[in-house]
């Protein structure tokens, strides 16, 4: 039965924006603290790439079963305790930067802890846009979704540089708190609440195999995801920007977190452009063509020299990647059934978290077996190629028109 329009409140989808954008914020300061931190300490490209493993392997563990439980249980519960969690990771890192002198180790054992509780994050926060807006605004608000993540990702990187320059202590207590808020904020979320499933008495393995059956048997779905691992896998370069700013650029805290900042500007503005005119027609062949700019940009930035061009190759890799974000939810939120939201999320999210995470520590084993630049521009070179690949492995992906196309249709 489909619930009353009154359910949906505005109330719910600022709150919901707001602690989207607090604990986006943090994130991001965070991995300028830390990545720049780390590496004064080992001055290794082999340690950022731990950072990353660090925080994608108790993801990669926690994620599918983090959605199972989403979709038997609140989300706003699930999302608000896993970002408390994070906040306790921020703090712990506040204390080892007051009290510790020795090295990384315990640093990354924090980051460990830090991944387990984005594992949990990541599918309630993805599975609860759809309950808190009606269906005809959902493509709009996750463009305005986006949109307040990648104003967050400008101003987090950004903030972060500068306040590094005063010590990572004091981003540490910062983040703790763009955590914390957040939680509290979630926690009070009204909105559509979810229909039980006639399936909520199988087992929790049987439920996660469901997922992963769900996503794999959707030619669209899968296509739309996996060209994401593999594209930013293969051509995100962000874990090197510690080396590319100190060694290759020539330039300290501040512009490094420009340079983490410049990605998101770019997307940022491509997200209002979303916002305003949403991408209506032939939205395949347009994510298709942002993955391939994608790739071109990452070899500019890669044997860029020059400081501005170098922000305007990544301003430029942003706006593409935006692309590929607004197309790709649209189609996993239009596609999924809301009993189903929670574990194809965490599909979704562990895909990106492999895109993400693993792709730093690949950059980081390419730079340290072939130099950083040379691991750049192959990277941006093979995802040039997945791109190649995916049209011929995914048609159905590159034949969608409207975002819509792909809602299940109801049972006669």
Same mark, same amino acid.
């Given at each position: 039965?489909?619930?009353?329009?009154?359910?949906y409140a505005p109330r719910d989808f600022w709150l919901f924006l707001i602690g989207r954008f607090f604990s986006a914020s943090a994130m991001l300061m965070q991995s300028?603290?830390?990545?720049?931190?780390?590496?004064?300490?080992?001055?290794?490209?082999?340690?950022?790439?731990?950072?990353?493993?660090?925080?994608?392997?108790?993801?990669?563990?926690?994620?599918?079963?983090?959605?199972?439980?989403?979709?038997?249980?609140?989300?706003?519960?699930?999302?608000?305790?896993?970002?408390?969690?994070?906040?306790?990771?921020?703090?712990?890192?506040?204390?080892?930067?007051?009290?510790?002198?020795?090295?990384?180790?315990?640093?990354?054992?924090?980051?460990?802890?830090?991944?387990?509780?984005?594992?949990?994050?990541?599918?309630?926060?993805?599975?609860?846009?759809?309950?808190?807006?009606?269906?005809?605004?959902?493509?709009?608000?996750?463009?305005? @979704?986006?949109?307040?993540?990648?104003?967050?990702?400008?101003?987090?990187?950004?903030?972060?540089?500068?306040?590094?320059?005063?010590?990572?202590?004091?981003?540490?207590?910062?983040?703790?708190?763009?955590?914390?808020?957040?939680?509290?904020?979630?926690?009070?979320?009204?909105?559509?609440?979810?229909?039980?499933?006639?399936?909520?008495?199988?087992?929790?393995?049987?439920?996660?195999?469901?997922?992963?059956?769900?996503?794999?048997?959707?030619?669209?779905?899968?296509?739309?995801?996996?060209?994401?691992?593999?594209?930013?896998?293969?051509?995100?370069?962000?874990?090197?920007?510690?080396?590319?700013?100190?060694?290759?650029?020539?330039?300290?805290?501040?512009?490094?977190?420009?340079?983490?900042?410049?990605?998101?500007?770019?997307?940022?503005?491509?997200?209002?452009?979303?916002?305003?005119?949403?991408?209506?027609?032939?939205?395949?062949?347009?994510?298709?063509?942002?993955?391939?700019?994608?790739?071109?940009?990452?070899?500019?930035?890669g044997v860029s020299r020059n400081f501005w061009l170098s922000l305007t190759a990544l301003g430029v890799l942003g706006a593409s990647d935006m692309i590929s974000i607004?197309?790709r939810a649209a189609l996993i939120n239009f596609a999924t059934p809301d009993e189903m939201r929670g574990r194809v999320g965490a599909v979704n999210m562990l895909f990106?978290?492999?895109? @993400?995470?693993?792709?730093?520590?690949?950059?980081?084993?390419?730079?340290?077996?072939?130099?950083?630049?040379?691991?750049?521009?192959?990277?941006?070179?093979?995802?040039?190629?997945?791109?190649?690949?995916?049209?011929?492995?995914?048609?159905?992906?590159?034949?969608?028109?409207?975002?819509?196309?792909?809602?299940?249709?109801?049972?006669?």
């Amino acid at each position: 039965m489909t619930q009353s329009p009154t359910v949906y409140a505005p109330r719910d989808f600022w709150l919901f924006l707001i602690g989207r954008f607090f604990s986006a914020s943090a994130m991001l300061m965070q991995s300028v603290a830390v990545g720049w931190q780390i590496y004064d300490m080992e001055h290794s490209t082999l340690a950022l790439g731990l950072v990353g493993l660090c925080q994608f392997l108790p993801m990669f563990l926690l994620i599918l079963p983090a959605g199972e439980i989403t979709d038997r249980s609140d989300q706003r519960k699930v999302m608000s305790l896993a970002l408390a969690m994070q906040g306790v990771c921020s703090a712990l890192l506040l204390g080892l930067s007051l009290f510790h002198t020795g090295g990384a180790l315990p640093f990354y054992a924090v980051l460990v802890l830090f991944g387990a509780a984005r594992g949990f994050a990541a599918p309630s926060g993805q599975s609860l846009l759809p309950f808190l807006v009606p269906p005809e605004k959902l493509p709009r608000a996750i463009a305005l @979704n986006s949109s307040v993540f990648m104003v967050a990702v400008i101003a987090g990187p950004a903030l972060g540089g500068f306040l590094y320059v005063a010590g990572p202590v004091w981003i540490y207590g910062v983040c703790a708190a763009g955590f914390l808020l957040p939680a509290a904020f979630i926690f009070t979320l009204g909105g559509r609440k979810r229909v039980p499933s006639e399936k909520d008495d199988a087992s929790r393995y049987e439920r996660v195999k469901e997922g992963i059956r769900f996503v794999r048997d959707r030619p669209i779905v899968l296509g739309a995801i996996s060209l994401d691992l593999f594209a930013v896998l293969l051509g995100g370069a962000t874990a090197l920007l510690p080396v590319f700013a100190r060694d290759i650029l020539h330039t300290g805290p501040e512009g490094l977190g420009l340079l983490r900042s410049a990605p998101a500007i770019g997307a940022a503005a491509m997200a209002l452009f979303l916002a305003r005119w949403p991408v209506e027609r032939k939205t395949g062949v347009r994510m298709f063509a942002a993955v391939a700019i994608f790739g071109i940009a990452t070899v500019v930035f890669g044997v860029s020299r020059n400081f501005w061009l170098s922000l305007t190759a990544l301003g430029v890799l942003g706006a593409s990647d935006m692309i590929s974000i607004y197309v790709r939810a649209a189609l996993i939120n239009f596609a999924t059934p809301d009993e189903m939201r929670g574990r194809v999320g965490a599909v979704n999210m562990l895909f990106i978290g492999a895109s @993400n995470e693993l792709g730093e520590f690949e950059s980081g084993i390419t730079a340290f077996l072939f130099g950083t630049v040379p691991a750049v521009v192959i990277g941006g070179l093979g995802t040039l190629g997945v791109v190649a690949l995916w049209m011929k492995l995914f048609p159905p992906l590159k034949s969608v028109d409207r975002l819509r196309d792909v809602e299940p249709q109801p049972e006669k």
